[in-house]
């Protein structure tokens, strides 16, 4: 078995996107643009962007025996990701179905197909692969109880990585081997409730009691907060300033990012910094995964 820097499981979706002037009412029929297929999903995102910046990565997920499904696994294997952990069949490849209009809103409707069917016994199948890897992050693009068994499966020393989106309430379980949980501003609110409040070293101190070893939320612009009980940290990390064109997928190239260097030893605030430069870098570039910077590139940036 190789060893990989990153394991990362999750979902891995053909996002099928089409520019509209206005969405259709119930019943009525609206024209397009062309249509636009691009590989996409939380998990396949994150392991394209650590592959580019040079990390050994593996990608855990299922898709269907179909072209999205082989349009997945060409982008992987493009990138310099091991796929030897994608299974294929079950049902057909996760589909994103996306309008963009004028002013550049989305509306989304996802079919989450092969992804839904990613199961705790595909995960204890893969043991080996969990075994071979410093660092594992996962999302929730997957189903909860397979998040678990991927929890259970673990080996000591290995390294949990979890971004809860989409947000969902998470078992004690879980979130006591997150380290850390990372979360958007809007996925800190899910996860405090009513008690979030407005400034984000509350919203730290407040994920912190729910039971992760630490926490990493992102701000957007204004970059990172990690904070970490054990190491008495709470400490802002500032993004560079960029001019931003798209910022989908900018979270998912920071989880990565940040995944990574803790495989290769970084503390949290060291590897929240380099974090950061790949996030910003990944906005000022459409769409996801090709915005997603090479090292070289990220060194000119
Ligand atoms: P998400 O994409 O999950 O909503 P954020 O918007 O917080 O997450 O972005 C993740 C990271 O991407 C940020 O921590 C930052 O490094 C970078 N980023 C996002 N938006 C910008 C921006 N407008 N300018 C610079 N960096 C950005």
């Not at 800190?188 to 979030?196: I, N, T, V, Y």
């Amino acid at each position: 078995m190789q060893h990989h820097d990153l394991l990362v499981v999750g979902s891995a979706n053909a996002d099928l996107v089409i520019g509209v002037e206005r969405r259709p009412a119930p019943g009525e029929t609206v024209l397009g643009s062309d249509l636009a297929v691009h590989p996409g999903g939380k998990g396949a995102n994150q392991a394209v962007a650590a592959a580019r910046l040079g990390a050994r990565t593996a990608l855990l997920a299922r898709v269907g025996d179909d072209a999205h499904g082989r349009l997945l696994l060409e982008s992987q294997r493009a990138a310099g990701v091991d796929t030897d952990g994608i299974l294929v069949g079950g049902a057909p490849t996760g589909v994103a179905l996306i309008t963009v209009d004028p002013s550049g809103d989305n509306s989304i409707v996802v079919s989450p197909g092969a992804n839904a069917r990613l199961t705790p016994e595909d995960i204890r199948a893969a043991r080996d692969l969990l075994g071979a890897a410093r660092v594992v992050s996962v999302q929730l693009e997957i189903p909860l109880e397979t998040v678990a068994e991927v929890v259970r499966t673990l080996p000591a020393g290995t390294r949990l990585v979890l971004n809860p989106s989409p947000p969902a309430p998470l078992p004690a379980q879980v979130l006591a081997a997150c380290d850390p949980l990372v979360v958007n501003e809007h996925e800190a609110r899910f996860m405090l409730g009513g008690s979030a409040g407005q400034d984000p070293q509350d919203w730290a101190r407040g994920l912190l009691r729910l039971g992760p070893r630490s926490v990493v939320i992102t701000l957007g612009a204004a970059g990172a907060l990690v904070a970490d009980d054990r190491t008495d940290t709470c400490a802002r990390v500032p993004s560079p300033r960029v001019d931003a064109v798209d910022t989908t997928g900018a979270g998912d190239a920071f989880t990565a990012a940040l995944g990574w260097r803790l495989s290769l030893g970084d503390d949290l605030t060291t590897a929240a910094g380099f974090a950061v430069r790949v996030g910003a870098a990944a906005v000022t570039g459409k769409g996801a995964q090709q915005s997603f910077p090479t090292i070289e590139e990220l060194g000119a940036a």
